[in-house]
């Protein structure tokens, strides 16, 4: 099994519409969460923190789930700027390397 | 982002020559990461490091590659012989310490390699 999970998508999704996805993590000791984003054949960028009680910013709204060992991501009233590749980023507790998920691609469309 | 900075942005190399790659983290950041992309591929780890210190390398191939983080200077990746599978772009990332809560690592813009 691998570390970090993404299911590699394509969601297509209409403008306006509401996505979401999860990312699934094997380490029950894992510290912190992130969801990164990245543009075709540019660097990842932080998008937001994953707070154990969930955390909302504009139009995307992240979730943690301990129990079931899975974080989502769901963006609401999807914009075409918002097709990207979703990158799910888990702090293992060993060694506190960052992990990636393969990432999630989103495309958004008319 | 204050600015990870990777050069060259843009590398071609002849199969058989060596590519360095050079990364300066944010200023007070003491971690480096690497990462290799291939084309329509995601993210894979290659290396952690912290300054002169190798933290995990379970990512890097077993042969030719090479990585450092000296006490002063950039973090060079170091890439012998080259053959066309080594072909991607290479990002590195830094962050202020090896982990806690919220630590998130800021990426450059990465080293495009194209072997030849």
């Known amino acids: 099994r691998k570390e970090v999970e993404q299911d590699p998508g394509p969601f297509n999704v209409p403008e306006g519409a509401t996505v979401a996805f999860n990312c699934t993590y094997s380490n029950s000791a894992s510290q912190s969460f992130f969801w990164y984003r990245q543009d075709c054949r540019k660097e990842p960028k932080l998008l937001m923190s994953?707070?154990?009680s969930g955390n909302e910013d504009g139009r995307f709204t992240a979730q943690l789930n301990r129990a079931s060992q899975y974080i989502s991501l769901l963006i609401r009233d999807s914009k075409l700027s918002d097709s990207a590749t979703y990158l799910c980023?888990?702090?293992?507790?060993?060694?506190?390397?960052?992990?990636f998920g393969g990432g999630t691609r989103v495309l958004v469309k008319p | 982002n204050a600015g990870v900075m990777q050069n060259p942005r843009h590398l071609v190399r002849r199969r058989g020559q060596e590519a360095r790659l050079r990364c300066s983290p944010v200023?007070?950041?003491?971690?480096v990461y690497w990462y290799r992309q291939l084309p329509e591929e995601g993210l894979k780890f290659m290396v952690y490091?912290?300054?002169?210190?190798?933290?995990?390398e379970s990512g890097m191939p077993k042969e030719r590659f090479s990585a450092e983080f000296p006490k002063e200077g950039p973090s060079i990746l170091r890439i012998q012989q080259v053959v066309r599978g080594d072909s991607a772009a290479y990002f590195c990332a830094s962050s202020v310490q090896g982990g806690g809560v919220y630590t998130e690592a800021f990426f450059g813009q990465g080293t495009r390699l194209t072997v030849v």
């Open positions: 490091l912290q300054k002169e210190n190798i933290i995990d």
């Open positions: 980023v888990v702090n293992m507790a060993a060694g506190n390397k960052l992990t």
């Open positions: 200023k007070g950041h003491s971690h």
């Open positions: 994953v707070y154990s």
